[in-house]
């Protein structure tokens, strides 16, 4: 396999832990072309140590990505960072490409965190991760797609300087198309205290027990911050992190062959019909509905 897969005993689906399908041995970034791939698209559930990146020229069917649901269409792209879980399909051969970036080559980009909070596509608890261009903006950015695949066939020194260059102004490009674009470029210090929210967040939502540990975090009092996300995300912050929190407890019942018990002990909450109350108030879903309704392919 040119993707490197590991998965738990009894797991619902795998993990990607690497790619090559350069043939290069050591993965740091990674390109293929859709229509060179067999086993691709993927109809089960799995996901990626890394950040995977799907440019969609040609493809018509349904992808679900951290149980959302989204149309997969001609000139779709979706971006996925590591840990998220994902599924979809095509009723026609897709083309395109697939980029998968390791952390380090990601780090390399985006030294700082606030850097990466520019790009509200690869932020997980905020956003959408699919952008449908139209024909002449897929056009327009394919032959920054067609450079990095030519940079890395010839295996030049120094390929990989030139690869992030092109692959930064792809995402900038794709930025500026992002549909609250232009409301982020006039965006506040509330907004970009929210952003840094939302990354904080997912480093210690297990954590913190309390919105004041993130405020004292950031060095602002809870009512600015309070105010900041809900301004930016039409919800409180205590809202943002439990979301955040149901999040990783689809993942566990669709990954795992935790018990629900369990899975709310991993989730630092004691009390398991608590963990239902809540999960089934956040889902509409019982622990165990919400496994069984995902834990097989999509149709």
């Known amino acids: ?9 009894a797991a619902a689906f795998p993990t990607f832990e690497s790619s090559d399908f350069s043939g290069a041995g050591a993965f740091y970034f990674d390109l293929v072309r859709l229509q060179q791939r067999d086993d ?10 890394y950040y995977h990146l799907l440019w969609m020229t040609t493809a018509h069917g349904t992808h679900v ?58 932020q997980m608890t ?12 897929h056009d327009a950015m394919l032959p920054l797609l067609h450079a990095i695949e030519s940079e890395l ?19 900038t490009q794709l930025r500026r198309l992002y549909p609250d674009g232009e ?12 952003k840094r929210f939302a990354l904080l967040v ?35 912050a ?17 990954n795992t062959d935790l018990g629900v018990a369990e899975v709310a002990f991993q989730l630092n909450i004691d009390d398991p019909a608590y963990f239902a109350r809540f999960f089934k108030k956040h889902t509409a879903h019982t622990p165990g509905d919400f496994r069984k309704k995902y834990c097989r392919p999509l149709d």
């Open 65 to 122: 990505l951290d149980f959302e649901q989204f149309d997969v269409r001609d000139h779709s792209v979706f971006f996925l960072s590591p840990g998220q879980v994902h599924a979809w399909t095509s009723s026609v051969q897709p083309s395109g490409y697939v980029l998968n970036i390791s952390t380090d080559f990601f780090a390399q980009m985006f030294p700082r965190a606030d850097d990466i909070a520019k790009f509200p596509f690869f």
């Open 153 to 171: 066939a010839d295996r030049r020194e120094g390929r990989f300087d030139v690869v992030r260059s092109y692959l930064l102004i792809l995402l």
């Open 126 to 137: 905020r956003g959408t991760p699919a952008i449908y261009l139209t024909p002449a903006q």
């Open 202 to 236: 997912e480093t210690h939502y297990l954590d913190f027990a309390a919105i004041g540990q993130y405020a004292d975090t950031l060095a602002v009092s809870e009512r600015q911050l309070n105010d900041a996300v809900k301004r930016t995300m039409g919800r409180t």
């Open 40 to 49: 691709i698209p993927r109809a089960f559930l799995h996901r990626h140590n």
């Open 183 to 194: 409301s982020m470029q006039r965006a506040g210090p509330g907004h970009a205290l929210a």
């Open 238 to 254: 205590s809202q943002f992190v439990q979301e955040r929190v149901v999040l990783e407890a689809k993942r566990l019942l669709t």
């Open 1 to 9: 396999m040119s993707e490197g897969a590991s998965a738990q005993a």
